[in-house]
């Protein structure tokens, strides 16, 4: 098998370009063998002509294998921080990063491509093109012994990240990541998923790892895209509550008409004085609803000028200038 391998590595090298990372290619460079293994575990597998990221959910997962083109993803790298919001929200991406179409890409998940040691690395039967890495046995590489690789590229990060695969001197190969309610699988080659090199050390237990964690023990349907799959589209992201919706429209309209936001401690600063106005305007409206208000019942008070009054001829509560008659008095006058 190794002979086959070293053969058609030697002729197949003309055809480079051919059929590339196609999904379903079914050549010694497509990836049939991955697809239909997908498939056999029971993965619901999709492989469109073109990522649409607009009907990328975050239940999924996206396998992305070299992309392609040398050209950045999107304009100004906006499709890239459309995957990075997909991984975030929960979904769970496979990157293998070759070219520099994967540069944008990288760079939103903290990374970049940087030069592989392969000076001293071990060789699959000697051939120089066949770059053996020595795997874990741990986490996701579970099983997994010999990654052999034929277009091996080594990965950067920031300090304190631990890669999850290296070169012999401790160059990162792959990393497994948590970004946000999701991750992301990154290693720096592609090649190792391609039909002829499945049977390769142990590239096909691999293969067969990285997609029942893709699959999320088969909950997730896998997307494929690989090569120069066009990309197209904006990730819409989870959808907000009800109430953040309705925020985000009027947040919209104003915007849209030029009117700015009001400041949220602003606002809690207005309600409060409403409120304040609406609970004075209640007690001044209908007094009396407090025990301290009630006043006992009798007479009226007069007021202390007119107490001062009192008595006075002509004044408040005066005596009778007529003097009151008796009734045996009053008897006598009509007798």
């Known amino acids: 098998m190794k002979s ?21 290619g079914a050549d010694w460079n497509g ?26 959910r975050a239940d999924q997962g996206l396998a992305w294998l070299d992309p392609d083109g040398g050209e950045p993803m999107g304009p100004q790298g906006a499709s890239a921080a459309d995957v990075r919001r997909f991984v975030q929200d929960g979904g769970r991406l496979l990157l293998a990063a070759e070219g520099p179409g994967a540069d944008a890409l990288l760079a939103e998940l903290g990374l970049r491509r940087a030069e592989a040691p392969l000076a001293g690395e071990a060789k699959l039967g000697g051939h120089p093109a066949l770059v053996v890495l020595r795997a874990p046995d741990a986490g996701l590489l579970t099983g997994v012994r010999d990654v052999v690789a034929n277009h091996p ?43 002829l090199m499945q049977d390769a050390g142990d590239n096909a237990r691999l293969a067969a790892a990285l997609g029942a964690w893709l699959a999320g023990g088969g909950e997730r349907s896998v997307v494929i895209a690989a090569g120069a799959t066009p990309l197209t589209g904006r990730y819409r992201g989870i959808a907000p509550p009800p109430a953040e919706g309705v925020r985000d429209r009027m947040n919209a309209a104003l915007e849209a008409l030029r009117v700015a936001t009001p400041d949220s401690l602003a606002v809690r600063f207005f309600v409060a004085l409403a409120l304040a106005g609406t609970v004075l305007y209640a007690f001044t409206v209908f007094p009396g609803g407090g025990r301290s208000r009630r006043r006992p019942v009798g007479p009226a008070r007069r007021p202390a000028r007119a107490d001062a009054r009192a008595g006075r001829p002509g004044g408040p509560a005066a005596p009778d200038p007529t003097p009151s008659k008796s009734p045996e008095k009053q008897e006598r006058e009509v007798a």
């Open 153 to 195: 590229g080594a990965l950067a990060g920031p300090e304190g990240l631990a890669p999850a695969l290296t070169f012999s001197d401790g160059t990162p190969f792959l990393y497994h990541l948590r970004l946000g309610a999701g991750e992301a699988v990154v290693l720096g080659d592609a090649s190792l998923f391609i039909n």
């Open 4 to 24: 086959l391998i070293f053969l058609m590595f030697s002729v197949g090298t003309a055809w480079a370009g051919a059929g590339d990372l196609e999904p379903r």
């Open 31 to 56: 990836l049939s063998r991955l697809v239909g293994a997908f498939e056999r575990s029971g993965v619901k597998v999709e492989t469109p002509p073109a990522l649409d990221l607009a009907h990328l």
